[in-house]
Nanobody
Framework: HVQLVESGGGSVQAGGSLRLSCAAS????????MGWFRQAPGKEREGVAT????????SYSDSVKGRFVISRDNIGTSVFLQMNNLKPEDTAMYYC?????????????????WGQGTQVTVS
């Protein structure tokens, strides 16, 4: 069972930056995917970015390319999302997710474990 704990959300003005963190524990694999999804009120959950160790390069949604950067720590059990030039439309609950299989990067149904979410509000 994988535990995911997010932190780093908050409120910021448009054009500002935030850095989200997600720490994973409870597993030992060297190939996995950790990603960020978000869900705004009244909207479906959408993929933001995913980093897969041993599977390929990071993936981003078109709406955040060039503004957000996903990264891992050296051990690989933490994932970060650096969010720059934030826009009001980035306002959402952000969730960290984990899986250890190959699938469409933004298919939320393929992620086995989820964090509790952290709120990001851009005004």
């Amino acid at each position: 069972h994988v535990q995911l704990v997010e932190s780093g959300g908050g409120s910021v003005q448009a054009g500002g930056s935030l850095r989200l963190s997600c720490a994973a524990s409870g597993y030992r694999v060297w190939r996995d995917c950790m990603g960020w999804f978000r869900q705004a009120p009244g909207k479906e959950r959408e993929g933001v970015a995913t980093d897969c160790r041993g599977f390929g390069v990071p993936s981003y949604s078109d709406s955040v390319k060039g503004r957000f950067v996903i990264s891992r720590d050296n051990i690989g059990t933490s994932v970060f999302l650096q969010m720059n030039n934030l826009k009001p439309e980035d306002t959402a609950m952000y969730y960290c997710a984990w899986r250890n299989r190959v699938a469409q990067w933004d298919d939320s149904g393929t992620y086995e474990f989820w964090g509790q979410g952290t709120q990001v509000t851009v005004s």
